[in-house]
């Protein structure tokens, strides 16, 4: 499953789309941005109960660089806390490739204007 739902999506596609028109694709990058910017909030509310998660279980006192309590604190996470972790960073890198893409197409699409 993509971690961009089909409302984001979508309409960076179109975005993309060489055989639309310049006005056509600066509509998409206006929908893919607003799409973008609700899932993004939902995404936050989300990453926030699993920092809650982390937090309640002693992330502060787990220390990355070793690894006997970064196996003790992935262990205490569990499976289903260890799945959002993971969901939680590809959601956050696809929300970056979004971002990055309507930048660089807005710029593409504007740069012969000035």
Same mark, same amino acid.
């Given at each position: 499953?993509?971690? %961009? ?6 309409? %960076?596609?179109?975005?993309?789309? !060489?055989?639309?028109?310049?006005? #056509?694709? %600066? ?7 607003? #799409? ?13 109960? +699993?920092? #809650?998660?982390?937090? $309640? /279980? @002693?992330? =502060? &006192? ?9 196996? *003790?604190? !992935?262990?205490?996470? @569990?499976?289903? @806390?260890?799945? #959002? !972790?993971?969901?939680?960073?590809? +959601? $956050?890198? *696809? /929300?970056? &490739? ?6 660089? !197409?807005?710029? =593409?699409?504007?740069?012969? =204007?000035?």
């Amino acid at each position: 499953m993509a971690p %961009l739902p089909s409302q984001v999506l979508r309409p %960076l596609r179109d975005a993309l789309s !060489l055989h639309r028109r310049r006005t #056509a694709r %600066l509509r998409s990058i206006d929908a893919a941005r607003e #799409a973008l910017r609700s899932f993004k909030a939902d995404a936050e509310v989300t990453g926030d109960s +699993v920092d #809650a998660r982390m937090q $309640a /279980i @002693g992330m =502060e &006192y787990a220390d990355p660089s070793d690894r006997a309590e970064a196996a *003790a604190f !992935l262990d205490r996470l @569990g499976e289903s @806390g260890r799945k #959002a !972790l993971a969901k939680r960073g590809r +959601v $956050a890198a *696809a /929300i970056f &490739y979004a971002e990055s893409t309507i930048a660089w !197409l807005e710029w =593409e699409l504007t740069r012969d =204007e000035s």
